[in-house]
Nanobody
Framework: QVQLVESGGGLVQAGGSLRLSCAAS????????MGWYRQAPGEQRDLVAF???????NYGDSAKGRFTISRDNAKNTVYLQLASLKPEDTAVYYC?????????WGQGTQVTVSP
């Protein structure tokens, strides 16, 4: 079982930045990969970025060049740095952890970007 707690969301103007955090209840070395997804009202949940236990990263098309995923193993925390935010980035951002065949989700954190 992995508990995930996201934080860092909020209201920001277009062009601004935010840093989202996802704190895990286990060492990140025991988690195969951790990802960030987002879901806007009426839309499906889409991958934003993920990072593997080996440190490899991958980004969804909406994130490339603007968002950066990173981790702090000492704090069991994965971060998502959001930059050059656009109103269309408005969504609930969810953290996911995959350990073996099991998948765990956080409660989500709201990001709202005003024009």
């Amino acid at each position: 079982q992995v508990q995930l707690v996201e934080s860092g969301g909020g209201l920001v103007q277009a062009g601004g930045s935010l840093r989202l955090s996802c704190a895990a209840s286990l060492s990140l070395s025991n988690i195969n990969f951790m990802g960030w997804y987002r879901q806007a009202p009426g839309e499906q949940r889409d991958l934003v970025a993920f990072i593997t236990s080996a440190g490899s990263t991958n980004y969804g098309d909406s994130a490339k060049g603007r968002f950066t995923i990173s981790r702090d193993n000492a704090k069991n925390t994965v971060y998502l740095q959001l930059a050059s935010l656009k109103p269309e980035d408005t969504a609930v951002y969810y953290c996911q952890a995959v350990r073996g065949s099991a998948s765990y989700w956080g409660q989500g954190t709201q990001v709202t970007v005003s024009p």
